[in-house]
Protein backbone atom coordinates (compact mmCIF):
# COMPACT_ATOMS: atom_id res chain seq x y z
CA UNK A 1 0.00 0.00 0.00
CA UNK A 2 1.72 3.50 -1.13
CA UNK A 3 1.38 5.95 0.95
CA UNK A 4 -1.88 8.27 -0.54
CA UNK A 5 -3.61 4.79 -0.46
CA UNK A 6 -2.81 4.49 3.13
CA UNK A 7 -3.37 8.19 4.46
CA UNK A 8 -7.06 7.98 2.94
CA UNK A 9 -7.82 4.53 4.49
CA UNK A 10 -6.41 6.02 7.92
CA UNK A 11 -7.86 9.20 7.36
CA UNK A 12 -11.69 7.46 6.48
CA UNK A 13 -12.11 5.44 9.73
CA UNK A 14 -10.30 8.43 12.05
CA UNK A 15 -13.12 11.04 10.75
CA UNK A 16 -16.00 8.65 12.37
CA UNK A 17 -13.97 9.08 15.66
CA UNK A 18 -14.02 12.61 15.16
CA UNK A 19 -9.84 12.49 15.43
CA UNK A 20 -8.41 14.35 12.32
CA UNK A 21 -3.83 14.18 11.96
CA UNK A 22 -1.42 16.09 10.78
CA UNK A 23 0.97 14.76 7.75
CA UNK A 24 3.63 14.01 10.19
CA UNK A 25 1.53 11.71 12.30
CA UNK A 26 -0.05 10.23 9.40
CA UNK A 27 3.41 9.47 8.43
CA UNK A 28 4.68 7.76 11.55
CA UNK A 29 1.66 5.71 11.25
CA UNK A 30 2.83 4.73 7.51
CA UNK A 31 6.41 3.94 8.93
CA UNK A 32 4.94 1.67 12.01
CA UNK A 33 3.21 -0.09 9.70
CA UNK A 34 5.86 -0.79 7.37
CA UNK A 35 8.36 -1.63 10.43
CA UNK A 36 5.57 -4.06 11.52
CA UNK A 37 5.46 -5.62 8.71
CA UNK A 38 9.40 -6.25 7.80
CA UNK A 39 10.18 -7.54 11.16
CA UNK A 40 7.16 -9.40 11.44
CA UNK A 41 8.70 -11.88 8.34
CA UNK A 42 11.13 -12.88 11.23
CA UNK A 43 9.48 -11.98 14.53
CA UNK A 44 6.36 -13.56 15.52
CA UNK A 45 4.85 -10.15 16.36
CA UNK A 46 1.00 -10.29 14.79
CA UNK A 47 -1.49 -12.44 12.61
CA UNK A 48 -2.46 -9.03 11.08
CA UNK A 49 -0.56 -8.23 8.58
CA UNK A 50 -3.18 -6.90 5.35
CA UNK A 51 -2.36 -3.64 5.66
CA UNK A 52 -6.17 -1.97 5.90
CA UNK A 53 -6.67 -5.35 8.55
CA UNK A 54 -3.46 -3.11 10.27
CA UNK A 55 -5.04 -0.10 9.90
CA UNK A 56 -8.16 -0.91 11.33
CA UNK A 57 -7.59 -3.98 13.75
CA UNK A 58 -4.28 -2.31 15.06
CA UNK A 59 -4.60 1.45 14.54
CA UNK A 60 -8.17 2.49 15.40
CA UNK A 61 -8.90 0.01 17.47
CA UNK A 62 -6.12 1.32 19.72
CA UNK A 63 -7.34 5.38 19.03
CA UNK A 64 -10.59 3.92 20.52
CA UNK A 65 -9.21 4.07 23.89
CA UNK A 66 -8.33 7.94 24.04
CA UNK A 67 -12.04 9.23 24.56
CA UNK A 68 -11.51 7.91 28.12
CA UNK A 69 -7.87 9.52 28.63
CA UNK A 70 -8.19 12.93 29.56
CA UNK A 71 -6.66 15.61 27.79
CA UNK A 72 -4.22 16.88 30.91
CA UNK A 73 -0.32 18.12 30.68
CA UNK A 74 1.96 14.89 30.61
CA UNK A 75 -0.44 11.90 31.84
CA UNK A 76 1.66 9.13 32.52
CA UNK A 77 0.42 5.64 30.92
CA UNK A 78 1.85 2.42 31.14
CA UNK A 79 0.98 -0.34 28.36
CA UNK A 80 1.34 -3.50 30.35
CA UNK A 81 2.05 -6.93 27.98
CA UNK A 82 2.18 -4.10 24.92
CA UNK A 83 3.16 -6.82 22.27
CA UNK A 84 3.51 -4.91 19.04
CA UNK A 85 3.26 -1.54 20.77
CA UNK A 86 -0.56 -1.45 20.74
CA UNK A 87 -2.33 0.41 22.46
CA UNK A 88 0.57 2.72 23.40
CA UNK A 89 2.69 3.46 20.74
CA UNK A 90 -0.99 4.83 18.27
CA UNK A 91 -1.90 6.86 21.41
CA UNK A 92 1.50 8.31 21.76
CA UNK A 93 1.32 9.22 18.09
CA UNK A 94 -1.80 10.92 18.19
CA UNK A 95 -1.28 12.72 21.65
CA UNK A 96 2.09 13.88 21.76
CA UNK A 97 1.18 15.14 25.62
CA UNK A 98 1.06 11.68 26.74
CA UNK A 99 4.11 10.24 29.24
CA UNK A 100 4.31 6.02 27.43
CA UNK A 101 5.77 3.32 29.28
CA UNK A 102 5.68 -0.19 27.07
CA UNK A 103 6.03 -3.38 29.21
CA UNK A 104 7.11 -6.44 28.12
CA UNK A 105 8.12 -10.02 29.20
CA UNK A 106 9.45 -10.46 25.66
CA UNK A 107 13.02 -8.89 24.98
CA UNK A 108 12.69 -9.16 20.99
CA UNK A 109 9.09 -7.23 21.06
CA UNK A 110 11.17 -4.53 23.26
CA UNK A 111 13.89 -4.64 20.16
CA UNK A 112 10.91 -4.22 18.06
CA UNK A 113 9.47 -1.35 19.92
CA UNK A 114 12.70 0.29 20.67
CA UNK A 115 13.33 0.39 16.82
CA UNK A 116 9.81 1.46 16.02
CA UNK A 117 10.31 4.61 18.75
CA UNK A 118 13.65 5.53 17.34
CA UNK A 119 12.38 5.10 13.56
CA UNK A 120 9.21 7.41 14.18
CA UNK A 121 11.19 9.90 16.33
CA UNK A 122 8.87 9.33 19.27
CA UNK A 123 9.42 11.80 22.67
CA UNK A 124 8.09 10.62 26.33
CA UNK A 125 7.87 7.09 25.49
CA UNK A 126 10.01 3.99 26.70
CA UNK A 127 9.95 0.45 27.26
CA UNK A 128 10.91 -2.07 30.23
CA UNK A 129 11.79 -5.67 29.96
CA UNK A 130 9.93 -7.28 32.36
CA UNK A 131 6.76 -9.19 33.63
CA UNK A 132 4.29 -7.40 35.19
CA UNK A 133 4.43 -9.26 38.61
CA UNK A 134 7.85 -8.33 39.01
CA UNK A 135 7.34 -4.48 37.84
CA UNK A 136 4.11 -4.13 39.94
CA UNK A 137 6.47 -4.52 42.87
CA UNK A 138 9.04 -2.47 42.16
CA UNK A 139 9.08 1.50 43.45
CA UNK A 140 9.90 3.00 40.90
CA UNK A 141 6.50 1.75 38.55
CA UNK A 142 4.18 1.17 41.63
CA UNK A 143 1.52 3.27 41.50
CA UNK A 144 3.33 5.87 39.37
CA UNK A 145 1.08 5.81 36.41
CA UNK A 146 -2.52 8.12 35.82
CA UNK A 147 -3.69 5.05 33.66
CA UNK A 148 -2.77 1.49 32.81
CA UNK A 149 -3.59 0.16 30.09
CA UNK A 150 -4.19 -3.31 28.24
CA UNK A 151 -5.10 -5.75 25.41
CA UNK A 152 -6.91 -8.89 25.71
CA UNK A 153 -4.03 -9.98 27.74
CA UNK A 154 -6.15 -12.03 30.44
CA UNK A 155 -9.39 -12.65 32.16
CA UNK A 156 -10.14 -9.14 33.69
CA UNK A 157 -9.79 -10.82 37.38
CA UNK A 158 -5.91 -11.96 36.13
CA UNK A 159 -5.54 -8.69 34.40
CA UNK A 160 -6.80 -7.04 37.91
CA UNK A 161 -4.12 -8.10 39.45
CA UNK A 162 -1.38 -7.15 36.46
CA UNK A 163 -2.79 -3.57 35.75
CA UNK A 164 -4.04 -1.98 39.28
CA UNK A 165 -0.73 -2.18 41.21
CA UNK A 166 0.81 0.37 38.62
CA UNK A 167 -2.36 2.84 39.41
CA UNK A 168 -1.97 6.04 41.49
CA UNK A 169 -4.71 6.57 43.42
CA UNK A 170 -7.45 8.43 41.80
CA UNK A 171 -6.06 6.72 38.71
CA UNK A 172 -7.29 4.33 35.99
CA UNK A 173 -7.21 0.89 34.59
CA UNK A 174 -8.23 0.76 31.05
CA UNK A 175 -8.95 -3.05 29.76
CA UNK A 176 -9.40 -3.63 26.28
CA UNK A 177 -11.60 -6.74 25.50
CA UNK A 178 -13.84 -7.88 22.80
CA UNK A 179 -17.49 -9.31 23.28
CA UNK A 180 -19.44 -11.51 25.51
CA UNK A 181 -17.93 -9.90 29.12
CA UNK A 182 -20.45 -10.19 31.03
CA UNK A 183 -19.11 -13.56 32.87
CA UNK A 184 -15.41 -11.61 33.46
CA UNK A 185 -16.70 -8.70 35.05
CA UNK A 186 -19.08 -10.69 37.51
CA UNK A 187 -16.12 -13.00 38.49
CA UNK A 188 -13.83 -9.96 38.53
CA UNK A 189 -15.43 -8.02 41.55
CA UNK A 190 -13.95 -9.96 44.24
CA UNK A 191 -10.74 -9.46 42.87
CA UNK A 192 -11.47 -5.56 41.88
CA UNK A 193 -12.07 -5.16 45.83
CA UNK A 194 -9.13 -6.66 47.18
CA UNK A 195 -6.71 -4.90 45.03
CA UNK A 196 -8.05 -1.56 45.44
CA UNK A 197 -10.42 -0.91 42.26
CA UNK A 198 -14.15 0.20 41.90
CA UNK A 199 -15.66 -0.55 38.04
CA UNK A 200 -17.07 2.51 37.05
CA UNK A 201 -17.80 2.60 33.62
CA UNK A 202 -17.94 -0.49 30.44
CA UNK A 203 -18.66 0.31 26.91
CA UNK A 204 -19.56 -2.40 24.54
CA UNK A 205 -19.41 -1.49 20.76
CA UNK A 206 -18.98 -2.33 17.31
CA UNK A 207 -15.30 -1.23 15.55
CA UNK A 208 -16.42 1.37 13.06
CA UNK A 209 -18.96 -0.35 10.29
CA UNK A 210 -17.89 -3.56 11.29
CA UNK A 211 -19.63 -6.48 12.76
CA UNK A 212 -16.42 -7.13 14.88
CA UNK A 213 -17.49 -6.61 18.91
CA UNK A 214 -15.38 -4.58 21.04
CA UNK A 215 -15.55 -3.77 24.77
CA UNK A 216 -13.52 -1.40 27.27
CA UNK A 217 -14.04 -1.72 30.97
CA UNK A 218 -12.73 1.49 33.11
CA UNK A 219 -11.40 1.01 37.04
CA UNK A 220 -10.84 3.87 39.13
CA UNK A 221 -8.30 3.14 41.81
CA UNK A 222 -10.04 3.92 44.72
CA UNK A 223 -7.71 2.33 47.68
CA UNK A 224 -4.00 1.39 47.65
CA UNK A 225 -3.11 -1.64 46.79
CA UNK A 226 -2.06 -4.23 49.53
CA UNK A 227 1.33 -4.71 49.10
CA UNK A 228 1.08 -8.65 48.70
CA UNK A 229 -0.35 -7.68 45.16
CA UNK A 230 0.84 -8.83 42.27
CA UNK A 231 1.82 -11.99 43.53
CA UNK A 232 5.08 -13.87 42.47
CA UNK A 233 4.96 -14.83 38.62
CA UNK A 234 2.34 -17.25 37.92
CA UNK A 235 0.40 -17.15 40.60
CA UNK A 236 -2.35 -14.96 39.24
CA UNK A 237 -3.14 -17.26 36.60
CA UNK A 238 -3.12 -20.18 38.53
CA UNK A 239 -4.97 -18.99 41.87
CA UNK A 240 -7.27 -16.16 40.66
CA UNK A 241 -9.04 -13.88 42.92
CA UNK A 242 -12.19 -15.41 42.55
Known amino acids: MNFTEFKNELNLGLEKLNIFLEEEQINQFYKYM ?14 ITDPKEVILKHFIDSIYV ?6 SSN ?3 IDIGTGAG ?3 IPLKIVR ?3 NVTLLDSLNKRIMFLDNVINNLGLKDISTIHGRAE ?14 AISRAVANLTVLSEYMIPFVKLGGKSICMKGGNIKEELENSQK ?3 ILGGNLIHVEEFNLLDTDIKRSLIIIEKC ?4 IKYPRKPGTPVKEPLI
Do not use: H, Q
Open 96 to 98: KDL
Open 134 to 147: EMGKNKKYREMFDY
Open 223 to 226: KITP
Open 34 to 47: NILIEWNKNINLTA
Open 66 to 71: LKNIEI
Open 86 to 88: FPG
Open 191 to 193: ALG
Open 75 to 77: SSV
